[in-house]
C-alpha cells in the first residue's frame, strides 16, 4: 500500500496561482497513472487531472483544461498540479490518488486504489 499526502493548498485570490504537491511513500508509482480529484462542500467527488505512470500523458477535466498542469518527478516519486487563473469555483478540498493501471483518459474514481488526505484550496478576494 502506498501512502500519499498532498500540500500546497491555501487561500488565494481569483486570478492567482497554488502548486499543489502529493508526496508517495511505501512503494513506487510504476506503471500507475496518478490522478487529482476535488470535492467542494455539498458536491460530489470530481476528476481533475491524470497522469500516466512515465509522465508523458494527461488528462484534465475540461473545467480546468488550459489552466492546470499535472506532472510527475518519477525520481522523487512525487505528483504536482499546478493551478493558474484560479476561479473561486476551484475551491474545493483537493484529493490525490494513485493504483489506475487503464489508459490515463480512462481512469474512473474506482479505479485508484489508494487516496490521500486531501489539502483545502480555497479561490477568494
Known amino acids: 500500500q502506498v501512502q500519499l499526502v498532498e500540500s500546497g493548498g491555501g487561500l488565494v485570490q481569483p486570478g492567482g496561482s497554488l502548486r499543489l504537491t502529493c508526496a508517495a511513500s511505501?512503494?513506487?508509482?510504476?506503471?500507475?497513472?496518478v490522478g487529482w480529484f476535488r470535492q467542494a462542500p455539498g458536491h460530489e467527488r470530481e476528476f481533475v487531472a491524470t497522469?500516466?505512470?512515465?509522465?508523458?500523458?494527461?488528462y484534465y477535466a475540461d473545467s480546468v483544461k488550459g489552466r492546470f498542469t499535472i506532472s510527475r518527478d518519477i525520481a522523487k516519486n512525487t505528483v504536482y498540479l499546478q493551478m493558474s487563473s484560479l476561479k473561486p469555483e476551484d475551491t474545493a478540498v483537493y484529493y490525490c490518488?494513485?493504483?489506475?493501471?487503464?489508459?490515463?483518459?480512462?481512469?474512473?474514481?474506482?479505479?485508484?486504489?489508494?487516496w490521500g488526505q486531501g489539502t483545502q484550496v480555497t479561490v477568494s478576494s
Open positions: 490518488a494513485a493504483g489506475c493501471r487503464r489508459v490515463v483518459s480512462t481512469c474512473q474514481s474506482a479505479d485508484f486504489n489508494s
Open positions: 511505501g512503494r513506487t508509482f510504476t506503471y500507475e497513472a
Open positions: 497522469v500516466s505512470w512515465s509522465g508523458g500523458t494527461t
